[in-house]
């Protein structure tokens, strides 16, 4: 898990523009300030392009944080 989190750390500051970010287990959409709609479907390009996964509609939409997203990209990689 924690080269996960390293690679998604990498995304999520290229998405976001932002080197200060640190995601974890917790992080949500409310802990970066612009982690809007748009942005992210983006993210959630990115983070496929980056594993090499796909995530189903009912998962995007599910993800309650970012420990979900990571434990989806553990079980398919």
Known sequence: MEEIYRRLNEVFR???DDDGIEVNEN???A???DWDSLNHITLID???SEFG???TMGE???MKNV???A???KERT
């Open 14 to 16: 290229d998405v976001f």
């Open 31 to 33: 802990d970066i300030e």
């Open 60 to 62: 995007v939409s599910g």
């Open 46 to 48: 990115a983070v496929e």
């Open 27 to 29: 992080t949500t959409a």
């Open 67 to 69: 420990g979900e997203m």
């Open 71 to 73: 434990q989806i990209i």
């Open 53 to 55: 996964v796909r995530f």
